[in-house]
């Protein structure tokens, strides 16, 4: 697929050196006034990890400074009382940890390798604590959020350079990562939100550009997901309550919906025959591909083992189900603790799927993990997601991480930046 391919070829060293210069200018002249607190130097890395993975594409620098962030952060905070469901977070975090070191025991791998892949599954909880000890007032909220605006504002720039540059990549996304375009879906959807937050609940004049402006970061990175979930997304925020003039705003986005339909089938080189950006529109052909992709085709469904993200995600959940005392589905495959899970690990067979497809997030982290650690870690989510004051924003992220990981690639559970 164009998607992938364009995920696994090497980027040029003087296309890639000459973006971030760019990146690096357009930053010397635009990036002024910001307070140099704890959590404003964790913003700014988390916006601008490209530019270490250029010295070290593992990441060790980048999860260095980030570990004595996390540190700073909750050596700083004031906790003088935790809720239940702060509480649950706590529980739910600390046996998940202890099944993923449990698994590595079991299997004979290095803890220190067990740490060191532990580490993305740590910073989210950490940051979330640190971050709520601080106690911030509402005009420092303010502050940190516009200050996201503010650096996503740079990742739409960033993103119109790389086109222009680079052209269209899934492996490099804003200053922000060269590996997945994932990241960019998030941006997005958690940036609109953030946004939709900051404005009031309401989306005026032009703050649309920045709402329609925040697609261009995951469109520069090929993902198909974004024409999809975007709209789902803003039908949400802007329908809080029904009057006139969301009526009206609702009859102008229908009125864009026809285009950006034409456009998205064109501008992926998924949805069209030619398989190539700006091929023919052919609508029959693109449902065909989502059809198939998330394997809910006749033809998938017909197949005697499951493919695509959606079909796979059944077949895998419905084994686990059905032998959930079998070792393997308690504590995951023993060679998926080399960190990632591929195909020569198990018997995809043995699962009711066919191997070589593409999975959803669920199913690998069932596989990876096994089923109690993966529980554990979804309600540790579920209850930080379940903190969040505003009950439209809980109900989106929910949405989000329930989609990614079922329907999708289960990066928002995998990922410290997401």
């Not at 529980?91 to 390798?113: A, D, K, R, T």
């Amino acid at each position: 697929m164009f998607e992938f391919k364009t995920s696994i070829h090497a980027i040029p060293p003087l296309q890639l050196y000459s973006y971030y210069l760019a990146l690096f200018i357009l930053y010397l002249f635009f990036l002024r006034g910001v307070k140099l607190t704890t959590l404003s130097l964790t913003i700014i890395l988390l916006f601008n990890q490209g530019f270490l993975l250029l010295i070290d594409d593992q990441g060790v620098p980048v999860k260095v400074i980030f570990i004595i962030l996390a540190f700073v952060l909750l050596f700083r905070g004031r906790f003088t009382f935790i809720n239940s469901k702060e509480s649950g977070i706590l529980i739910f975090s600390l046996l998940f940890m202890i099944m993923f070191f449990w698994n590595y025991l079991y299997s004979g791998v290095s803890l220190l390798w067990a740490a060191f892949q532990y580490y993305k599954y740590f910073m989210p909880v950490a940051f979330y604590f640190g971050i709520k000890g601080l106690k911030l007032t509402m005009g420092q909220m303010n502050y940190y959020a516009n200050l996201i605006i503010k650096f996503l504002w740079f990742q739409i720039g960033f993103s119109i350079v790389k086109l222009a540059i680079i052209g269209f990549r899934e492996n490099i996304v804003g200053s922000v990562a060269n590996t997945g375009g994932n990241v960019g879906v998030t941006m997005a959807v958690c940036g609109v939100i953030i946004y939709w937050l900051l404005k009031n609940k309401e989306f005026k004049g032009s703050d649309w550009w920045f709402v329609l402006g925040l697609t261009i970061i995951p469109i520069a990175s090929n993902k198909r997901a974004i024409w999809l979930l975007y709209p789902i997304i803003l039908v949400f925020l802007i329908t809080h309550f029904i009057s006139r003039k969301t009526l009206r705003k609702l009859s102008y986005a229908a009125l864009l919906l026809p285009v950006m339909f034409y456009v998205g089938l064109r501008l992926n080189p998924s949805f069209n025959p030619q398989k190539k950006i700006w091929g023919s529109f052919d609508p029959e052909y693109a449902i065909d591909f989502i059809l198939s992709y998330t394997g809910v085709s006749q033809e998938k469904r017909e197949s005697d083992l499951a493919q695509g993200r959606w079909g796979t995600a059944m077949a895998v959940i419905s084994s686990v189900a059905s032998r959930p005392l079998e070792t393997n589905n308690l504590i995951g495959f023993p060679k998926a603790r080399s960190g990632r899970l591929s195909y020569d690990s198990f018997d995809a067979e043995d699962f009711g799927m066919a191997s070589g497809y593409i999975t959803s997030g669920i199913v690998m982290m069932l596989l990876q993990h096994g089923w109690p650690a993966t529980l554990f870690l979804m309600l540790a989510y579920i209850n930080m997601i379940s903190t969040i004051p505003d009950k439209r924003t809980r109900n989106i992220l929910l949405f989000f991480m329930f989609w990614d990981t079922f329907m999708y690639s289960g990066t928002v559970l995998n990922t410290t930046f997401h």
